[in-house]
């Protein structure tokens, strides 16, 4: 499936093989990583792991509540485990259990959602997950991240596996070029990335959202608009401080997800800033509340403008 | 080894502290609780290695109540195996008192926060297979009620249980044949049960799940086949104990009022000279 968007000539890569390849160099230096997969290890490029480890990965066939629950049970013994499962099955069939497996008895299992948002776009709603950031932010003691590139997925694997406390860590299926030339910034959960600065307004995204939000800057700052665009990779606990300093530097904020428009990044983002009195323009760019259209996840994305001409024409509607 | 009297005897006495902090809270699940009071009798004095000094030992074996409605009966337990002082219980549903309707963890001696059904026995299954991994030789152990099992993750917990060959895994069904609406056979029935969990590849003893010793042969010859999960399939009666309490529905989660309470002690006490002899 769209298997031509997995070649790049830069050498990046989908951030689900990333996270597969760091989670071989955990599993190398440590017997109790732990994959666990219904039926997804392929969907999750995890089949060299289980060629290596085999002693490191638990089958549950597809079984989506089995699969959090046998987790839960698993790190209850002392294992760091990665669930993994696509996103739209894992956050909403398996979704009590998560809530209470994982989040409510603090057992800390990541749960790994992969080929999320509209990854598998052609193939309806029954395969996207739309929800999934809105379903778990309501849920307490689980932390919700969502890496844009390479650099963050690799990093945000490492420090799942070393946080002992539950994590839900969401990608998808694209190549996803690096946001910046040089990494070198400190990769905490919690803390917003900020990609480029300006005053004129800002751009708040996360997972595959954040390059076109990133290309709209650079489009914006043909036209003399400089926007701060940060990947905010942490959807819960959100990076409030660094949300308070934009709306005090910036004229305008917009927030860009592959998410419902409803109880995601932008509806995290509005609540804190309306309830401490930060008022800027603001507009929220993701999926409607509708019929989802079908189409590769690139097709979905131009239909609803999550691009970087429909996201810099949002930023200069508000200027 | 305590003798079976003592184990009986030891019954009638959780049987009367159930009543009691179910009346005191005002709450709780009295049929359930009764029903399943003899197992866990069973587990935690003749079964189990775990104890308030090993409780965080990783070789420890571990229980889960897949039936967490039925808190009472395991909290009565804990108590009385020392986790906690038993005038906690006092608190048993109160405002802000960890001692509420499901177990948690925030009590010593709860393994696993439960009270969704049909979660208990996928935490059974990571907890055995982790075990496996570890070479490490302790049991793992989950109570599920026979309403329970239309819930589809028991189903595929037991296929994993069969495909990973988890003799290390004991489920117990506390089939006492009654569920909130109506008997289980009318709601949904899952019988013939032995044949559901042979087809799923676990092997079976039906066992009377109120007497003692009965209950301790059959955990004393697990695993029942190598290489295969048990299940134990416990014949029992909802609101065991007490005859106006016992096969009656609305005894689910009724709440005996003063009266009602003061003839159930009286039955247990006349029951507990009768054990005692």
């Known amino acids: 499936m769209a298997h031509i968007e997995n070649t790049d000539p830069n050498g990046f890569k989908p951030n689900q093989e990333i996270f597969s390849e760091v989670l071989q160099q955990l599993a190398a230096n440590d017997r109790d990583i732990i994959a666990v997969t219904s039926d997804s290890r392929g969907s999750g490029k995890l089949v060299p792991f289980g060629k290596k480890f085999p002693e490191q990965i638990v089958e549950v066939g597809i079984a989506e509540q089995n699969l959090v629950g046998v987790a839960a049970g698993l790190a209850a013994a002392g294992k760091k485990v990665f669930a993994v499962s696509p996103a739209c099955f894992l956050t909403a069939r398996a979704l009590e259990q998560i809530k209470n497996d994982v989040a409510y008895s603090d057992n800390p299992v990541t749960v790994v959602g992969i080929s999320a948002g509209v990854s598998y776009g052609a193939l309806g709603s029954t395969h996207h997950s739309l929800h999934d950031f809105a379903a778990l932010r309501a849920i307490n003691n689980i932390t919700v991240v969502v890496p844009a ?72 700052a043909q036209e003399g608009i400089h926007v701060t665009v940060v990947s905010m990779h942490t959807i819960k606990p959100l990076d409030t401080g660094l949300l308070a300093k934009l709306a005090a530097t910036c004229k305008a904020i917009v927030t860009v997800e592959e998410h419902s428009v409803y109880g995601g990044l932008g509806e995290a983002c509005a609540a804190y800033l309306m309830q401490h009195g930060l008022h800027k323009p603001f507009r929220i760019v993701g999926i409607p509340d509708e019929y989802t259209v079908t189409g590769s996840q690139q097709d979905i994305f131009n239909h609803y403008h999550i691009t970087k001409d429909g996201i810099a024409e949002v930023v200069k509607s508000l200027l | 080894m305590m003798k ?246 609305k005894w689910h989660h009724g709440v005996p009022s003063k009266e009602e309470y003061a003839l159930a002690i009286s039955e247990l006490d006349n029951s507990m000279q009768k054990a005692a002899v």
Not at chain 1, 202 to 213: D, H
Not at chain 2, 34 to 59: A, E, G, R
Request: glycine share 8%; with cysteine.
């Open chain 1, 149 to 220: 590139d390479n650099f963050e997925t690799a990093q945000a694997t490492a420090l799942a596996a070393k946080t002992n406390s539950p994590v839900y860590l969401r990608f998808g299926k694209k190549v996803m070029n690096n946001l910046k030339e040089v990494n070198d910034d400190a990769f905490v959960f919690g803390k917003g990335r900020v990609i480029t600065e300006g005053t004129d307004a800002a751009l708040i995204a996360c997972g595959e959202t954040v390059y076109p939000a990133l290309q709209a800057a650079q489009l914006l």
């Open chain 2, 4 to 249: 079976r009297s003592d184990l009986e005897i030891k019954s009638v006495e959780y049987r009367k502290k159930i009543l009691k902090y179910i009346l005191g809270a005002n709450a709780g699940h009295t049929g359930g609780s009764l029903s399943c009071i003899d197992i866990l009798n069973v587990l935690y004095n003749h079964v189990l290695n775990v104890s308030p000094q090993n409780f965080t030992s990783p070789t420890r074996d571990r229980y889960i109540q897949s039936k967490g409605h039925c808190v009472e009966a395991l909290f009565v337990v804990l108590a009385d195996k020392g986790f906690f002082p038993e005038e906690h219980l006092e608190t048993l549903c109160k405002y802000k008192s960890h001692y509420i309707g499901h177990p948690t963890r925030k009590v010593k001696g709860v393994e696993q926060n439960t009270g969704a059904l049909g979660h208990g026995l996928p935490i059974a299954v990571g907890n055995a297979i982790a075990a496996k991994l570890d070479k490490k030789d302790y049991k793992v152990y989950t109570l599920m009620g026979d309403g329970e099992l239309p819930e589809g993750s028991n189903w595929e917990a037991a296929l994993t249980a069969a495909h990973y060959k988890l003799d290390n895994l004991c489920a117990i069904v506390d089939k006492n044949t009654l569920q909130i609406t109506a008997p289980t056979a009318e709601v949904c029935n899952t019988d013939p049960l032995d044949e559901k969990w042979k087809a799923f590849g676990w092997a079976v003893k039906e066992v009377d799940g109120h007497d003692i010793e009965a209950l301790k042969a059959a955990f004393d010859s697990l695993p029942f086949e190598p290489g295969k999960p048990s299940v134990i399939i416990a014949h029992t009666v909802k609101g065991k104990g007490v005859s106006f309490m016992e096969n009656n529905l």
